[in-house]
């Protein structure tokens, strides 16, 4: 499986971003699809995770509102966007391949496969 993440870059606080993540090798559409972030001297955290069908969505605290998580199974891709950006949303930002179809885990424990990670800059 081999997912290739994109759209990050630097924006002002108050703008918008938009994550792609390209997946290939593995069916798309039955697994959970997640976004997780590594600031600088952070752990990796939990974003978001869409189920296999998008029909489902979960969302860490700190993005409700701001951040929508969604795919299309038909371009093997998922994607995330980012508005109302903070500079605590300064990140790499990985999305990452789940080993269930309808599971939403938070842990990156219970994802196997990950992309490179794409890096969103937000300045003051």
């Known amino acids: 499986v081999q997912l290739q993440a994109s759209g990050g870059g630097l924006v002002q606080a108050g703008g918008s971003l938009r994550l792609s993540c390209a997946a290939s090798?593995?069916?798309?559409?039955?697994?959970?699809m997640g976004w997780f972030r590594q600031a600088p001297g952070k752990e990796r955290e939990f974003v978001a995770a869409i189920s296999m069908s998008g029909r489902r969505t979960s969302y860490t605290d700190s993005v409700k509102g701001r951040f929508t998580i969604s795919r299309d199974n038909a371009k093997n891709t998922v994607y995330l966007q980012m508005n109302s950006l903070r500079p605590e949303d300064t990140a790499v930002y990985y999305c990452?391949?789940?080993?269930?179809?309808?599971?939403?885990?938070?842990?990156?424990?219970?994802?196997?496969?990950w992309g490179q990670g794409t890096l969103v800059t937000v300045s003051s």
């Open positions: 990452a391949q789940g080993s269930s179809g309808l599971r939403l885990d938070i842990a990156s424990s219970e994802y196997n496969y």
């Open positions: 090798g593995r069916t798309f559409s039955s697994y959970v």
